[in-house]
């Protein structure tokens, strides 16, 4: 599980006016303490992108030794912008199998005297995750939207209680909204021992009152969306909890981890029995992979297999952490279908049928900067993938590890990505590895630029009237392959060429294409793509004398945009290599008049290269482009835009041809 969001999400719209409600809907008690003195806060003043204030935000949990909690959460958001309304919105997520939600109550202030009340009548019950057949993580929400105006507060508040499978809690203290008071508060039973560990925010002490733990943040900053900045969950502060009974205590009911050898152990515990093969499997795996075929290509044909098994998630259990163990392999073979890791652990058992050896690894799927290592948890993880004993012919994202070789990751629920390759947003990720004596917490590691790369050959030919026609041949490998094989897969035939002709339009205005064949080698990670185009007004006539164009005709740098003067946050660079080769005929009544000089870029964060050069007839131009992976710290934005405003530049100057006998 990852840290509940500060402040609501836009849920059901209920579209309530407030005009229509009968007189009982308006509050007739006084608002309660907390939410009176949210209300009388006064607001700093913020930048005006900012659509709205958290006023207060709180959990309180009381923990039994039997696993049991009693909670109750609250929450108020002041309206700053129309566009904020949306977080007019309080949730409470619980669990059908060992929690329920006693009571669910919100108010909208609009004014002195002007408040309305929601209740029950006016409480949604949702769905927590929308694509899972059967998921018993529910949410209660109630959403105000419709009726929030700018300066309105919108306040929630939820008693609930749910049943933990662990003594651990992680908690988050603010969404993208700024928040004035953000509050965390857990109860032990008398003689248990808490530790707090917090994350993207200096340490704080909790005030401590009994077996009573507090932490409390105030005046969060807002968190302004930036391009290619990290993800929300690795700016906003959020706490990690353990809560363990004395050792003299009976043996607990929740778990406790003080190291990431155990939190391995115990989900190895959870996972091992269900990775039994059965007949079917083993007479399936076999015909997929038969023993002539090289190892990786017995991997590639049984994980081609499991990944276009149907996605489809019952999570059942929960409170009991049984959402960390996958259903056994054998039934999610019959049945065709499974979430992450069901596919993990039938893929993990087929290979074991063909004598290759692979273990389930847990990893955050969507902030690779998530994970800590300081707080052992399984909570911080939401996806299961695989580490597969990696064979000699073997290559892609491999991490030598001290105990078991070479391993190479590989995500079988992922259609579009196939062995070799991994989604970038895993890659560079702290994962765990599963198994019984050699679990670890391992960084996965990245793909080099090489793998990630277009590779682009343009012949083509201008008259003189300015009319550029010509082909484009393009090959993509890894990352870049991996997001052609998902467009092309997601489009029928014409929306695909609508897609290829846009591109050609970005470096050639008015571009039209004739001809677009594309051709998938998974085995190679490539995907290749043919073009025929046409592009009239290409080349602009200057009066009589002159013609102008760019040289970089098609694949035009403009994956980043870096305009703002200043920067806040660390700039995440995913990277990748694009390389231009183009041969050009010129028209026969001109000749050259001058060419862009050589570009040669080398900078910390990557390298330009560009050349162009005139010989019988033809302009030959060369262009490479390479970008490393890693953050940029905000001190060095400056550097960083400057190095992609001459990369554009270089891009943009032009060739001057003038027509032969007009000197």
Not at 69 to 75: A, L
Not at 149 to 164: L, N, P
Not at 573 to 599: I, M
Request: net charge neutral; glycine share 8%.
């Amino acid at each position: 599980m990852r840290p509940r969001p500060a402040s609501g999400f836009p849920a059901v719209a209920l579209f309530l006016a407030l005009a229509a409600l009968p007189e009982s809907a308006l509050a007739k008690e006084p608002l309660p303490s907390w939410l009176a003195q949210a209300v009388a806060s006064p607001v700093p003043s913020y930048n005006p992108k900012v659509l709205a204030v958290v006023l207060h935000q709180e959990e309180t949990l009381s923990l039994d030794a039997g696993g049991r909690v009693e909670g109750t959460t609250r929450f108020a958001v002041r309206i700053l912008r129309y566009e904020g309304r949306m977080y007019a919105t309080g949730r409470q997520h619980y669990r059908t199998d060992g929690g329920s939600i006693r009571e669910v109550r919100a108010w909208m202030i609009h004014g002195p005297g002007e408040v309305r009340e929601y209740g029950k009548k006016e409480a949604v019950d949702m769905a927590a995750v929308g694509n899972d057949v059967y998921n018993e993580e529910r949410i209660r929400a109630i959403d105000g939207s419709g009726e929030a105006d700018v300066g309105a507060v919108f306040g929630f508040e939820a008693s609930f209680e749910e049943r933990q499978f662990s003594g651990q809690f992680s908690r988050g203290f603010q969404g993208e909204l700024p928040a004035l008071l953000s509050r965390f508060t857990l109860e032990v039973p008398a003689g248990w021992s808490v530790k707090g560990v917090m994350f993207n925010h200096p340490d704080v002490a909790p005030s401590v009152t009994g077996s009573r733990y507090t932490w409390e943040l105030r005046d969060l900053p807002w968190i302004e969306e930036e391009p290619a900045r990290p993800a929300v969950s690795s700016l906003a502060p959020w706490l990690g909890v353990d809560a363990r009974a004395p050792a003299a205590a009976p043996a607990p009911v929740v778990a406790t981890f003080e190291s990431w050898d155990q939190v391995a152990s115990w989900l190895d515990r959870l996972t091992a029995p269900m990775a039994q093969p059965s007949p079917a499997i083993t007479a399936k795996a076999r015909s997929l992979a038969p023993s002539g075929a090289t190892p990786m290509d017995r991997i590639r044909a049984i994980g081609r297999y499991v990944q276009d098994l149907g996605y489809i998630a019952i999570q059942m259990g929960l409170s009991r952490g049984e959402g960390y163990r996958p259903h056994a392999a054998s039934d999610v073979f019959a049945k065709s279908y499974g979430d992450c890791k069901d596919k993990a652990n039938l893929l993990k058992t087929m290979l074991s049928t063909v004598g290759i050896e692979s273990y389930l690894v847990v990893i955050c799927a969507d902030d690779r900067g998530f994970v800590r290592k300081e707080w052992p948890s399984p909570q911080q993880f939401n996806h299961c993938i695989v580490a597969i004993r990696a064979a000699d012919d073997s290559s892609g994202v491999v991490l030598s590890h001290a105990k078991l070789g070479p391993l190479l990751f590989f995500d079988p629920t992922d259609p579009e990505t196939p062995v070799g390759s991994l989604p970038e947003e895993e890659q560079g990720s702290w994962a765990l590895l599963i198994d019984h004596d050699a679990g670890d917490l391992v960084r996965v590691p990245r793909a080099p630029p090489e793998r990630n790369r277009t590779e682009r050959t343009i012949d083509a030919e201008i008259d003189s009237t300015g009319t550029i026609r010509g082909s484009l041949h393009q090959s993509s490998l890894g990352r870049e392959a991996t997001s052609e094989r998902t467009v092309y897969h997601r489009a029928n035939d014409e929306a695909y060429r609508g897609v290829v002709e846009a591109r050609v339009r970005r470096g050639a205005a008015n571009a039209s294409v004739s001809t677009v064949q594309s051709r998938d080698d998974e085995r190679r990670d490539r995907f290749d793509l043919d073009v025929a185009f046409t592009a009239g007004g290409y080349a602009q006539i200057m009066g009589r004398g002159l013609m102008i164009f760019r040289p970089a005709i098609i694949g035009r740098i403009d994956r980043l945009s870096l305009d703002a003067s200043s920067r806040k946050y660390p700039i995440v660079l995913d990277g990748w290599n694009d390389s231009v080769t183009s041969r050009t005929r010129l028209p026969a009544a001109f000749e050259v008049e001058e060419l862009p000089k050589p570009v040669m870029l080398d900078t910390p964060f990557g390298s330009y290269t560009a050349r162009a050069e005139a010989r019988e007839g033809m302009l030959h131009f060369t262009r490479s482009l390479r970008i490393k992976s890693m953050p940029v710290p905000a001190e060095q934005y400056e550097s960083l835009r400057r190095f992609f405003e001459s990369v554009r530049a270089a891009e943009s100057t032009p060739v001057v041809l003038a027509r032969r006998g007009s000197h």
